[in-house]
């Protein structure tokens, strides 16, 4: 590896503002599972004496920087860092610590630089230390002894589990879930979903009550309650000094694979349609350098003063910068769980305020009105380079969703999850094969036909598939296969369909949307309430005769009631298992949480199988609708999308060796 691709990792690793400033402001106060994390990441790095080198999975050097900046690792002994990939690795540390995913391509790349290294006539050896995020596996370590190098390297384990994106959002970060559990069924992933909250519980106390619905839910809740019998087993006193959680008093499980229609949707709030078109990894987009080198602040009058600066550049045009997008930016906390129709106006008003406030400096006639002046300086440069960057932001997706296309097939994706049948909806997938559109996108929108319409009619599943395979290649029959197995792309078998039961009984189509004033999560796909999330409002809201709340409804939920009473017929409609336990403490007893200081009961929700932002944005708005009557924290095992989701399901070619 050059020294140059080195240099890259470290700069990726080096977030624009410090480590989980905007963390720590909740009763649960989030940031101390960061601060766990990098405790246990500066323990790693202490196991090796001297100078040493870091040699990253390339997934994990994004998630590590969530955890700490280059200056702790710097401090720590690290002089260079490395992704781990194919071929030889050249370096002048001589003390290497791998760290990584148990994965056994990996294993073959560091058996790989070992080999390399071995063979170098050089007088000095080199130390290996090789650490698996979250834990070893028999598999790996059996690689490695076929490899010959077992030997030659100390190994251990870094518990990097749930990271902390935001004070309500925590992600395993594990990007292959969705395909490993559900297609490859590798269950793997579920194991480390539980050490997890066990972790959570181990901090906050045992969850009074878990809810779910899905397969993976419930044997992820059964994984739960075996870990806790263990823990009383193999270590008592750490169970009966754990109590009852004072603050998190339920865990609602929700199985991905009960819900595949919501990820295929196309998102509609601000944060949402940066994911669909840029692409936000662990927190972070890449934007133009330009959008964050530093600005001369408007000097003219008016907001359009404000707004002409995003064009300002001082960089390489065409030069990328990662920068962050958290709760540290306050203007991108207003904006992000919008909808992107009124994310216009709201911009304009800020350019507004921003550009009255420069204009203040023409009336400090004082010395102490100019010493105020300057002390607030700081804080306007700072919004305005927030502005600057969600305006450029902004005018690329509004460039993007106004294009024909995209709005063709907003069109077609809002008929289908309405249940509006026309003939236009296979018409235009047919028009994107033949355009040659990218296979994802039409594997998205023809796997959300197939999942609406409970499959589709055997001449038109086969003239799909023929036109796939001949558009796009042979190959894609084990694409389509993949989609088959997990019912995404399926034949119609019979005339009943139970999605339109479900969309009417849950109402999952709301036809009056106000996007400036919701009063429902149908506002974040423009009219669809997305059923995941519906489900979870079931649980903690509830309406008249114990249905779920409608729009702009609300009610008291979860404390010791009714859980999914009152639902059963709608359940019975979805896939897998419905469950409600109860955990007891030590006399057998059901325990309700004690909260203090009027904090309100937090229900924690983890989406197994991954989550999008629209899901997060919904389960904010619920928290909103409660009245500061119920919190939301959010767990999940990846941050997904549609494309994303399809793309990690689609057969992979290898490049051809030149």
């Known amino acids: 590896m050059s020294t140059s691709t080195a240099a890259a990792v470290a700069a990726a690793s080096a977030p624009a503002q410090p480590t989980g400033a905007h963390l720590g402001h909740t009763v649960l106060n989030i940031d101390s599972l960061r601060d766990l994390a990098r405790k246990e990441l500066v323990n790693v790095l202490d196991s090796v004496q001297g100078k040493k080198a870091l040699v990253l999975d390339p997934n994990l050097s994004s998630p590590l ?43 073959k790349y560091i058996a790989e630089n070992i080999h390399t290294h071995l063979k170098e006539p050089r007088t000095s050896t080199y130390r290996y230390s090789l650490f698996f995020v979250p834990r070893r596996t028999a598999l790996c370590e059996k690689v490695l002894e076929d490899e010959g190098v077992f ?15 935001e004070d309500d959002l925590l992600s395993l970060e594990w990007d292959s879930t969705f395909k490993e559990l559900y297609l490859d069924q590798d269950t793997t992933s579920l194991h480390y979903a539980a050490k997890s909250l066990m972790r959570l519980q181990s901090i906050y106390g045992w969850f009074p009550r878990i809810l779910g619905k899905g397969d993976y839910s419930k044997a992820l809740c059964d994984m739960l309650l075996r870990m806790r019998r263990e823990m009383a087993v193999d270590d008592l006193d750490a169970s009966q000094t754990t109590q009852m959680s004072q603050s998190i008093d339920s865990l609602i499980i929700i199985d991905r694979g009960v819900d595949l229609v919501t990820p295929l949707c196309t998102q509609l709030t601000y944060e949402g349609l940066i994911d669909e078109i840029f692409h936000i990894k ?69 350019a507004k305020r921003i550009n009255a406030d420069y204009e203040e400096r023409h009336n400090a006639k004082t010395m102490p009105q100019i010493r105020q002046f300057i002390s607030k300086m700081g804080g306007l440069a700072a919004e305005h380079q927030s502005l600057r960057l969600h305006t450029s932001l902004a005018e690329q997706i509004m460039d993007y969703t106004m294009t024909d296309d995209f709005n063709k097939i907003l069109e077609v994706q809002q008929n289908v999850v309405a249940g509006i049948a026309t003939n236009k909806e296979p018409e235009y997938i047919e ?21 609406v319409n409970n499959g589709l009619k055997p001449k038109q599943y086969e003239f799909f598939s023929r036109e796939i395979l001949e558009a796009y290649g042979y190959e894609h029959i084990q694409t389509l296969e993949n989609l088959r197995r997990l019912g995404m792309f399926t034949k119609q078998t019979t005339n009943k369909n139970s999605y339109t039961l479900v969309r009417r009984s849950l109402s999952l189509i709301v036809d009056e949307v106000n996007e400036h004033a919701p009063n429902d999560i149908s506002y974040v796909y423009s009219g669809y309430a997305p059923l995941s999330v519906r489900l979870i409002q079931c649980v903690v809201q509830r309406g008249k005769d114990g249905k779920p709340a409608g729009p702009g409804g609300r009610g008291p939920g979860l404390p010791g009631g009714n859980g999914w ?54 389960t904010r708005f619920l928290a909103s609708q409660e009245g500061g009557q119920r919190d939301f924290v959010i767990c999940t095992t990846q941050i997904l999308n549609g494309s994303t989701l399809m793309d990690s399901l689609v057969q992979k070619v290898p490049a051809a060796s030149a």
């Open 282 to 350: 662990n927190s972070f987009v890449e934007v133009d350098a330009s959008l964050v080198s530093t600005a001369p602040p408007p000097t003219g009058a008016g907001a359009g003063a404000a707004s002409a600066a995003v064009s300002a550049s001082t960089t390489i045009p065409g030069k990328k910068k990662k920068v962050p997008l958290n709760g540290g930016d306050r203007l991108f906390s207003e904006l992000r769980d919008l909808n992107f129709a009124v994310v216009g106006g709201l911009l304009n008003k800020v």
């Open 151 to 165: 030997g030659e390297i100390t190994k251990g384990e870094y518990h990097l589990d749930l990271l902390p994106l």
């Open 65 to 107: 920087s969530l955890i700490a900046e280059f200056a702790l690792l710097k401090d720590h002994g690290v002089e260079k860092i490395y992704h781990l990939q194919p071929g030889a690795l050249e370096t002048d540390c001589k003390n290497l610590i791998y760290i990584c995913r148990p994965q056994v391509n990996y294993m």
């Open 565 to 618: 009473k009152g639902f059963e017929e709608v359940l019975r409609m979805l896939p897998g298992k419905t469950f409600d336990e109860k955990q007891r403490v030590d006399d057998g007893q059901p325990h309700h949480s004690k909260r203090s200081n009027g904090q309100p009961p937090i229900s924690l929700v983890f989406f197994l199988g991954g989550c999008t932002f629209t899901e997060v944005s919904a």
């Open 431 to 451: 028009e994107m094969i033949n355009k040659q559109v990218p296979l994802v996108q039409v594997l998205r929108l023809l796997c959300l036909y197939s999942l």
